[in-house]
């Protein structure tokens, strides 16, 4: 069995998500999603509009998920790798060439994909800041 794992924060869950979430999952047999917990994202700075709980749920809803497990350090990945025996580490192309990521390539396949134009979580979150204001 080939597993894949992808890390996110996956708020305001979109096409973008669900596509990366397929193209991983293509990739290999069993796919687990590891997700930013609240207070990682807050220590990042970042505050997700549902809280983890919620987007664990809509997660484990995709068909393409077989196991979401939480993410609450930047540390934890090469322990990810190692206790869920995984092969392919699946990112966005954003992350590609980060610090972040770059050194799994020692201990498993590290795979960056191209993100869907035209829609990401930040445009989303822009899009209605400007029909509030109108």
Sequence with gaps: MKRVLTYGTFDLLHYGHIRLL?????????????????????????????????????????????????????????????????DVVVMGDDWAGSDRFDYLKEICDLQFLSRTPGISTTKIKGDLNLSEQK
């Design 22 to 86: 397929k193209r991983a999952k293509e990739m290999g047999d069993y796919l687990i999603v590891a997700l930013s917990t609240d207070e990682f994202n807050a220590s990042k700075g970042k505050k997700a509009y549902h809280d983890y709980e919620t987007r664990k749920k809509m997660l484990e809803a995709i068909r393409y998920v077989d196991l979401v497990i939480p993410e609450s350090c930047w540390e934890q990945k090469a322990d990810d790798v190692k206790n869920y025996f995984v």
